[in-house]
């Protein structure tokens, strides 16, 4: 049965990639350059879904809230059921209730109520089958996300509630191979396979053919939808991450509003957006073990091949506790990235270190564009308010030397970084039309750090006091 299950999932990834490759390389909405007057259009795109008023309470199909009794089939049982009856809620009443994989169907809303806590299971056998997923920006099959959704439009997950991953030093982090989380010497980690992975990547290996999974040691993500649309996620509590925590990818019209998100393990980014548009991120609250907002489009060869930008992303009024970026881009941001707003955000934290932060190397390319950032409040960071870097990882060993470009900060306060700007481009490929208005960044300690830059405009910001010039 296991086996048939895997056959299925491998004909559907291999399907689903035909189509991506004969579809025209647009992904919707408008291509030309925007500013901040494209965020109505954007937003009457963007809208939550509307789910029937049914409710399917979870208790009704078997799960007891004791926090050890397997809940896993009747969570199955509970969604069936919601989407065959036409959708509804999955109502997840007060108690813990412990689980495997919980695999959303169309026009479901996963609800919990307050008080409700879903403990998912530390065995990775809980998440096999493999799924198609996307791994550090890679297609591949491997352990489906705790929450997963795969071709699905008119979903939630949303209630007063706690998703918790219950992943630690003993459990999922040490796979990533740092003493910090818990790694020992003779301990399996996940460097063999995610070289192979990478390898099959840019050897173009059909991607249902790359296989990983049990004993390879690469972490599910907690939330991942994979080509949805309409989505919903809203006000629930998101705790101990194996790694990334809401992923969608190849998604539409998705909205992320009043959640809270605290993991700090290996790679815990709190939202991650993959070849994604019409998204809003609002009321959020971030404070991860990596990059708060981090916004993709592939990695590589498989980037370039998709070629599904990112695009047409507003984030407003979230707050930005530890974590290595606010708004990050990159590093799998091979399929580009456009239009990206950001405005009235607070960041503060002596551990995190960036306010908006562009990684990408010439192995990566792409074209980053159209970022706007607006009335942020920044206590402190530990290295910069804006950080463009072209020499991420590999650095300049590739033939894609990327393109970043018209970048818009305006009224942005911040009290104490290490540098106000650093950018750093190529001299084939500078970092190039950036331009700051309204700024005033204090307590700067080394200044600016600037190395093949084009077009930096200044119009009243001050570092330390002192005026800038172009």
Not at 93 to 111: C, E, K, M, Y
Not at 184 to 206: C, G, I, T, W
Not at 360 to 369: F, K, L, M, P, Q
Request: hydrophobic share 40%; charged share 20%; with cysteine.
């Amino acid at each position: 049965m296991q086996q048939a299950r895997l056959v299925r999932s491998a004909l559907a990834f291999s399907t689903f990639a035909l189509l991506l490759l004969l579809m025209p390389c647009s992904f919707g909405g408008p291509q030309q350059d925007a500013d901040w007057t494209a965020v109505p259009a954007i937003m009457k795109r963007i809208s939550a879904p509307v789910f029937p008023a049914r409710d399917f309470r979870l208790t009704e199909f078997g799960a007891v809230a004791d926090g050890k009794t397997d809940a896993t089939e009747a969570f199955r049982k509970a969604i069936a059921a919601c989407g065959e009856a036409g959708g509804g809620r999955v109502v997840v009443p007060p108690g813990r209730f412990l689980t495997g994989a919980i695999h959303l169907r169309s026009n479901v809303n996963l609800h919990l109520e307050d008080g409700a806590t879903i403990l998912f299971s530390q065995n990775p056998d809980h998440y096999l089958p493999v799924a198609p997923t996307f791994w550090e920006g890679v297609q591949c099959m491997n352990y489906s996300a705790l929450i997963y959704a795969n071709d699905q439009q008119n979903i939630a997950v949303t209630g007063a509630g706690t998703l918790d991953g219950q992943a630690d030093a003993e459990h999922w982090w040490p796979w990533k191979g740092q003493r910090q989380h818990g790694w020992k010497q003779s301990m399996p980690n996940q460097a063999q396979a995610r070289a192979e992975l990478m390898d099959m990547n840019a050897k173009q290996v059909p991607p249902e053919k790359r296989i990983f999974g049990a004993g390879r040691f690469l972490r599910p993500n907690f939330i991942q939808f994979y080509n949805c649309r309409n989505i919903l996620v809203e006000a629930v509590k998101i705790v101990r991450s194996p790694m990334w925590e809401i992923h969608p990818v190849l998604c539409r019209n998705v909205i992320v509003r009043n959640v809270s998100i605290a993991s700090h393990g290996p790679n815990n980014d709190g939202c991650d957006p993959e070849a994604t548009e019409d998204m809003l991120i609002e009321g959020c609250t971030f404070d991860t073990g990596d990059d708060c907002i981090a916004i993709k489009s592939g990695r590589n060869e498989d980037g370039r091949r998709l070629a599904k930008p990112s695009q047409n992303i507003i984030v407003r009024n979230c707050q930005m506790k530890d974590g290595h970026g606010g708004i990050v881009i990159g590093s799998e941001v091979s399929g580009g990235c456009r239009n990206v707003f950001v405005e009235g955000c607070a960041m503060d934290s002596p551990n995190l270190d960036r306010v908006l932060r562009i990684k990408t190397n010439s192995a990566r390319g792409g074209t980053v564009e159209n970022i706007c950032l607006r009335d942020i409040q920044v206590g402190q960071v530990s290295e910069s308010i804006v950080h463009v870097n072209f020499n991420y990882e590999e650095g300049d060993k590739g033939q894609f030397a990327p393109t970043v470009k018209k970048i818009r900060v305006a009224r942005v306060r911040s009290a104490k970084s290490q540098f106000g700007l650093f950018l750093i481009g190529y001299e084939r490929s500078p970092v190039s039309d950036i331009v700051l208005e309204d700024c005033d960044f204090s307590g700067v300690a080394s200044g600016n750090r600037l190395e093949h830059v084009e077009g930096l405009v200044f119009k009243n910001v001050k570092i330390n006091g002192i005026e800038q010039r172009d």
